[in-house]
């Protein structure tokens, strides 16, 4: 039922988690080839979701690899010692798709528009993160040990630039030549629960925009010509998505009331009410994201939690209190 609203509205589910969620549902039963495991920690749960071969990737709609999901509902409260727990869990997990040796470099990527706040996640993070490569050749005495070369670029839209993001960033890559590519980008949701309280890693890379129906060139290995790792969260929910769940909650109340006849709600099928749906959304041309009111504080809060589980990835021997030492 709710695949098929995805596919009227062109929407396509950015957090494995709830793909393998909705496909598990639909179905009643584990999915071949995919593999789910859970851990809790102080202040998260942790979900890993392993794409295994081919055939899961055409059931999830998603690349084989591992997808790492933290959800911190900590993260929307004003708890700084709460959301450096997540930084840290952000790290761990980030660390253990690193497979790098001690003086590799990497590339930072804020993707989006720094000019929608909803889709400015990845270029705020781009302000908070640790970039070194620099001091490596102008300021070698700066650098502690274990540093690596990290640089960092948001470049924008197409829409502003002009120039395809994938363009831009292996034109980078091509003339500074790191060894992995960090992706930072904001996510659309099926779960308006999930707005800034999810943490989506990948190994897979990750295609700017696909979560809006605006479908960019990918950001992965086979296109970059490096191992590319995406880091994302959830910032808007399709408006279809809330509709048709609404309508859900509604039709679940009406079966409690036990004055009302089954036929009273019978009717109120999705395929009965999706033409309402389209119809609501005609202005829109179907595409209406959602995003809460005080997305401005939250993107803040959810960039520094990634800035600073990145920088502890990749700079593991550097305390916590020399960090913004680092900053520009």
Same mark, same amino acid.
């Given at each position: 039922?709710?695949?098929?609203?995805?596919?009227?509205?062109?929407?396509?589910?950015?957090?494995?988690?709830?793909?393998?969620?909705?496909?598990?549902?639909?179905?009643?039963?584990?999915? %071949?080839?995919?593999?789910?495991?859970?851990?809790?920690? %102080?202040?998260?749960?942790?979900?890993?979701?392993?794409?295994?071969?081919?055939?899961?990737?055409?059931?999830?709609?998603?690349?084989?690899?591992?997808?790492?999901?933290?959800?911190?509902?900590?993260?929307?409260?004003?708890?700084? %010692?709460?959301?450096?727990?997540?930084?840290?869990?952000?790290?761990?997990?980030?660390?253990?798709?690193?497979?790098?040796?001690?003086?590799?470099?990497?590339?930072?990527?804020?993707?989006?528009?720094?000019?929608?706040?909803?889709?400015?996640?990845?270029?705020?993070?781009?302000?908070? $993160?640790?970039?070194?490569?620099?001091?490596?050749?102008?300021?070698?005495?700066?650098?502690?040990?274990?540093?690596?070369?990290?640089?960092?670029?948001?470049?924008?839209?197409?829409? /502003?630039?002009?120039?395809?993001?994938?363009? &831009?960033?292996?034109?980078?890559?091509?003339?500074?030549?790191?060894?992995?590519?960090?992706?930072?980008?904001?996510?659309?949701?099926?779960?308006?629960?999930?707005?800034?309280?999810?943490?989506? &890693?990948? @190994?897979?890379? /990750? $295609?700017?925009?696909?979560?809006?129906?605006?479908?960019?060139?990918?950001?992965?290995?086979?296109?970059?010509?490096?191992?590319? &790792?995406?880091?994302?969260?959830?910032?808007?929910?399709?408006?279809?998505?809330?509709?048709?769940?609404?309508?859900?909650?509604?039709?679940?109340?009406?079966?409690?009331?036990?004055?009302?006849?089954?036929? @009273?709600?019978?009717?109120? $099928?999705?395929?009965?009410?999706?033409?309402?749906?389209?119809?609501?959304?005609?202005?829109?041309?179907?595409?209406?994201?959602?995003?809460?009111?005080?997305?401005?504080?939250?993107?803040?809060?959810?960039?520094?939690? /990634?800035?600073?589980? &990145? $920088?502890?990835?990749?700079? %593991?021997?550097?305390?916590?209190? @020399?960090?913004?030492?680092?900053?520009?």
């Amino acid at each position: 039922m709710l695949l098929e609203l995805y596919r009227t509205f062109g929407i396509n589910l950015d957090l494995a988690l709830e793909a393998q969620e909705i496909v598990r549902g639909e179905t009643g039963r584990e999915i %071949p080839g995919v593999i789910v495991n859970r851990e809790s920690r %102080p202040h998260a749960s942790v979900t890993t979701v392993s794409i295994v071969d081919q055939a899961a990737e055409k059931t999830m709609g998603k690349p084989p690899g591992n997808y790492i999901t933290i959800e911190a509902p900590v993260i929307r409260e004003n708890n700084r %010692p709460a959301q450096q727990q997540v930084a840290a869990i952000l790290a761990e997990k980030l660390a253990s798709l690193l497979h790098l040796s001690g003086e590799a470099a990497v590339l930072l990527i804020g993707l989006g528009n720094w000019h929608a706040t909803p889709d400015a996640l990845g270029p705020r993070v781009i302000d908070y $993160s640790m970039v070194t490569r620099h001091l490596f050749q102008y300021a070698p005495q700066e650098l502690k040990e274990g540093m690596r070369p990290v640089s960092a670029l948001a470049p924008g839209v197409l829409g /502003i630039t002009g120039i395809e993001t994938a363009e &831009i960033i292996k034109g980078v890559i091509e003339k500074t030549r790191p060894d992995l590519v960090i992706a930072i980008d904001s996510l659309a949701a099926r779960n308006v629960g999930r707005i800034a309280t999810t943490i989506q &890693i990948a @190994d897979t890379g /990750i $295609s700017p925009g696909s979560g809006t129906g605006n479908q960019r060139t990918g950001i992965n290995q086979e296109s970059m010509g490096v191992p590319v &790792i995406a880091i994302g969260v959830p910032t808007v929910v399709h408006a279809a998505v809330i509709a048709q769940d609404t309508i859900d909650r509604f039709r679940e109340q009406l079966k409690t009331l036990s004055h009302l006849k089954h036929q @009273d709600y019978d009717n109120l $099928s999705p395929e009965f009410i999706r033409p309402a749906i389209e119809e609501v959304l005609q202005p829109f041309a179907g595409n209406l994201m959602v995003t809460p009111k005080e997305i401005d504080t939250l993107i803040m809060h959810t960039a520094r939690i /990634i800035a600073g589980g &990145i $920088s502890m990835a990749l700079h %593991p021997s550097i305390k916590l209190e @020399d960090y913004n030492n680092y900053l520009n």
